[in-house]
């Protein structure tokens, strides 16, 4: 029942700025820790940022300084705020989210994920 729509990736020069989007909706009770993953091609996974509801954040070493983590409770979506760009930081975002259903269990849903090129 529930969905989670990113937005804001694209093309962009070294240097540059991207500010990328994720909406949940559905059926929510709460959301506890958002998230943003990325994901190169040939590469792992990695966690980028982490929010918790009260707006407690964590970075990777790799964007800390230059990346910012933020949500709105009341609409159910998080950023990232993305300057000071680097080619390195190419690489498919997907944001998650650990959502409360009304029945008190947690799930954790993933976003469609959105393409980030940075060139040199």
């Known amino acids: 029942q529930v969905q989670l729509v990113e937005s804001g990736g694209g093309l962009v020069q070294a240097g540059g700025s991207l500010r990328l989007s994720c909406a949940a909706s559905?059926?929510?009770?709460?959301?506890?820790?958002m998230a943003w993953y990325r994901q190169a091609p040939e590469n792992q996974r990695e966690l980028v940022a982490k929010?918790?509801?009260?707006?407690?954040?964590n970075y990777a070493d790799s964007v800390k300084g230059r990346f910012t983590i933020s949500r709105d409770n009341g609409k159910n979506t998080v950023y990232l705020q993305m300057n000071s760009l680097k080619p390195e930081d190419t690489a498919v975002y997907y944001c998650?989210?650990?959502?409360?259903?009304?029945?008190?269990?947690?799930?954790?849903?993933w976003g469609q994920g959105t393409q980030v090129t940075v060139s040199s």
């Open positions: 929010i918790d509801r009260g707006g407690s954040t």
């Open positions: 559905g059926s929510i009770f709460n959301i506890n820790d």
């Open positions: 998650n989210a650990a959502v409360q259903a009304y029945s008190g269990r947690y799930f954790s849903y």
